[in-house]
Nanobody
Framework: QVQLVESGGGLVQTGGSLRVSCTAS????????IGWYRQAPGKQRELVAT??????TNYAEFVKGRFTISRYNTNTFYLQMNSLKPEDTGVYYC?????????????WGQGTQVTVSS
């Protein structure tokens, strides 16, 4: 199992930058895939960016060139968000996906609010 805690959300103006962090209770290098998802009011949760244990990254089309996922240390990873738009507003959740025999287990943080004002 793994516990995840996000931090760093807040209010920012359009075009601004924000970095959200996720700290895991175990080494993130032992986790198959870690990533960020977001959920806007009235919408489903959607993938933003992921990074695998071998360092491969994947980004949603709507954040490519603006957001960067990275690993900071053994237990912490970031989502750096630049050129923010009002449509980036939502609750951002970090995720850890662990593959085991018989299936995959997903773990989630509590979420951190990101609000981009126009």
């Amino acid at each position: 199992q793994v516990q995840l805690v996000e931090s760093g959300g807040g209010l920012v103006q359009t075009g601004g930058s924000l970095r959200v962090s996720c700290t895991a209770s175990r080494s993130i290098f032992s986790i198959n895939t870690i990533g960020w998802y977001r959920q806007a009011p009235g919408k489903q949760r959607e993938l933003v960016a992921t990074i695998t244990s071998d360092g491969s990254t994947n980004y949603a089309e709507f954040v490519k060139g603006r957001f960067t996922i990275s690993r900071y240390n053994t237990n912490t990873f970031y989502l750096q968000m630049n050129s923010l738009k009002p449509e980036d507003t939502g609750v951002y959740y970090c995720n850890a996906a662990i593959v085991r025999i018989g299936g995959q287990s997903d773990y989630w943080g509590q979420g951190t609010q990101v609000t981009v004002s126009s």
